[in-house]
């Protein structure tokens, strides 16, 4: 069975542009959560969405924002991008929408010159 | 304000060993703990975790303690193997949220 898959797996972008990071989860599951892991720290918590709405939202700016599809899928937008955007985001997604069973995707790694 | 704390960034270990890995937390409303581990170009894969009603939780080589009136928790690994050699990750959940320490790097040496 695959596992919760993330595109792209590596990105560079320059400051004030716009990323689009890519997320399917496990096959069945409808919750999908996003975090954002920067170097030396562990990973924190951007959005998780569950049933397609908006389950739960971290402490970030409004520059992030994400969305879920019908087939449970999940984008995450940031835009004007920042030196501290650089980090490893990472996707976990789960059958219900207790973090408790989360299965982590390998992340994407994005770097802000 | 990190609500979840790893004090030790790494942790050497001899193989057949005991690993013990500490956490620290400061929220009481925190209802349940996950320790998670991971290596390098992967995500974070699920360990253990343990209730906040409980104090004790063990599944094979892995027991996680929890003293809830020191709001400490421990992960110990017996006996340790090299494959065990990762990045864990104390993670606990609260208010919608999933908060993670900064991980502890335990290398087991064969």
């Known amino acids: 069975d695959a596992g919760v898959t993330q595109s792209p797996t590596h990105l560079i972008k320059t400051r004030g542009q716009h990323v689009t990071l890519r997320c399917s989860p496990i096959s069945g599951h409808k919750s999908v959560s996003w975090y954002q892991q920067v170097l030396g720290q562990g990973p924190q918590f951007i959005f998780q969405?569950?049933?397609?709405?908006?389950?739960g939202r971290g402490n970030f700016p409004d520059r992030f924002s994400a969305r879920q599809f019908p087939n449970y899928s999940s984008e995450l937008n940031v835009n004007a991008l920042l030196l501290g955007d650089s980090a490893l985001y990472l996707c976990?997604?789960?059958?219900?929408?207790?973090?408790?069973?989360?299965?982590f995707g390998p992340g994407t790694r994005l770097l802000v010159l | 304000d990190q609500q979840v704390k790893q004090n030790s960034p790494s942790l050497s270990v001899q193989e057949g060993r005991i690993s013990i890995l500490n956490c620290d937390y400061t929220n009481s409303m925190f209802d349940y703990f996950l320790w998670y581990k991971k290596y390098p170009a992967e995500g974070p894969t699920f360990l253990i975790s343990i209730s906040s009603i409980k104090d004790k939780n063990e599944d094979g080589r892995f027991t996680v303690f929890l003293n809830k009136s020191a709001k400490h928790l421990s992960l110990h690994i017996v006996p340790s193997q090299p494959g065990d050699s990762a990045v864990y990750f104390c993670a606990a959940t609260g208010a919608n949220n999933l908060f993670f320490g900064t991980g502890t790097r335990l290398t087991v040496i064969p």
């Open positions: 969405y569950y049933e397609k709405e908006e389950r």
């Open positions: 976990a997604s789960s059958l219900t929408a207790d973090k408790e069973t989360q299965y």
